[in-house]
């Protein structure tokens, strides 16, 4: 027991606040409602761009212009207004890690 504190005393703060322990979970629940527009896994199958496999800078920043209204839209500047940018940097984990390409 006494070494299982020691280990987390260890621990450096950022690593304790970082989103890793939340990956699996949050970044699933909260990318899911944009899979209905852009696909299961981001993969579109519309005219609708597909999101899968984004670099995870470029994702956020496209989504952070739109939430400014700096980016054409007909509806992403609206969505993107819901969201906060720890919302934005779970998705764009997300999304970076599903792969192009037929499954
Ligand atoms: C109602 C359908 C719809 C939903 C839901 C939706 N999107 Fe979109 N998304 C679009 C459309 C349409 C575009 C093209 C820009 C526009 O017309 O608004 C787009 C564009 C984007 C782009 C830019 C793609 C590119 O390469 O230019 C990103 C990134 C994106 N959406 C992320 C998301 C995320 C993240 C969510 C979930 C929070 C989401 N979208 C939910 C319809 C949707």
């Not at 690593?15 to 944009?34: H, M, R």
């Not at 470029?58 to 700096?70: A, H, P, S």
Request: aromatic share 10%; hydrophobic share 40%; glycine share 8%.
């Amino acid at each position: 027991m006494r070494s299982v504190i020691a280990i987390c005393l260890l621990l450096p703060w950022e690593f304790v606040q970082s989103v890793e322990p939340e990956l699996g979970t949050a970044d699933w629940a909260i990318s899911v409602s944009c899979t209905g527009c852009h696909g299961t896994f981001g993969e579109s199958v519309s005219s609708i761009p597909s999101i899968n496999g984004m670099n995870e800078a470029e994702f956020i920043r496209k989504l952070f212009e739109y939430k400014q209204g700096k980016r054409p839209a007909s509806v992403m500047d609206r969505i993107a207004r819901g969201f906060n940018s720890r919302d934005f940097e779970l998705m764009s984990i997300f999304f970076a890690r599903q792969k192009k390409g037929p499954r």
